[in-house]
């Protein structure tokens, strides 16, 4: 069964704290992933792509391990705002994103 | 900036009833997507549509679930008899070029509540 895992949390850390997300993908013809932010009850939106060769946006990494079929989200110096569900997400070869359970993010002051 | 709407934000329905979902993706955008989330679970996927017609479809979206595109701006999800196990939260999607490299943007969902 093609799936995509999470650890789900939640993670609880205090500001300025770096939290890093793994997740696994079972389908080997994956052919693109990306990290998915969800806030409650609202739609998920789009943080950033994966790309084999690591991707930095701000205070965002991500990274993919094609060959563990591995993929990482790195947030350094977390805000209050960041606390959401993060979602991994993978493309098949005909468009239909397959979403992991989330893993749930709560940044406390 | 665009962005995809859907209407109702809320539908409520009896089981048994037909409810349609609608849908207006971003104007320019050639795939569709419905997607549907069950409180507390994962993000599914239903169908894609191009083109006019369906290019791929789960499990879960079976003969009780249709999607069509009645004109150039709509696209719509109807459940023919709704299941209490069709409650659940909505999502239509969609994304500009080259299926798989281009980012899917995501309406605001409508959560169906079958009673």
């Known amino acids: 069964r093609k799936e995509v895992e999470q650890d789900p949390g939640p993670f609880n850390v205090p500001e300025g704290a770096t939290v890093a997300f793994n997740c696994t993908y079972s389908n080997s013809a994956s052919q693109s992933f990306f990290w998915y932010r969800q806030d409650c009850r609202k739609e998920p939106k789009l943080l950033m792509s994966v790309y084999s060769s690591g991707n930095e946006d701000g205070r965002f990494t991500a990274q993919l391990n094609r060959a563990s079929q591995y993929i990482s989200l790195l947030i350094r110096d977390s805000k209050l705002s960041d606390s959401a569900t993060y979602l991994c997400?993978?493309?098949?070869?005909?468009?239909?994103?397959?979403f992991g359970k989330g893993t749930t993010l709560s940044v406390s002051s | 900036e665009p962005e995809v709407t859907q209407t109702p934000s809320h539908q409520v329905t009896q089981m048994g009833q037909e409810v349609i979902l609608r849908c207006v993706p971003i104007?320019?955008?050639?795939?569709f997507y419905w997607y549907r989330q069950i409180l507390g679970q994962k993000v599914e996927f239903l169908v894609s549509?191009?083109?006019?017609?369906?290019?791929?479809k789960s499990e879960i979206f079976d003969d009780q679930f249709s999607v069509e595109r009645p004109d150039g701006s709509n696209f719509t999800l109807k459940i023919r008899s709704t299941k209490l196990e069709d409650s659940a939260m909505y999502f239509c999607?969609?994304?500009?070029?080259?299926?798989?490299?281009?980012?899917?943007?995501f309406g605001p969902g409508t959560r169906l509540t079958v009673l």
């Open positions: 549509f191009y083109n006019n017609e369906i290019s791929e």
């Open positions: 999607a969609s994304t500009k070029g080259e299926r798989g490299y281009n980012e899917q943007f």
């Open positions: 104007s320019n955008h050639l795939y």
């Open positions: 997400v993978v493309n098949t070869d005909v468009g239909a994103l397959i």
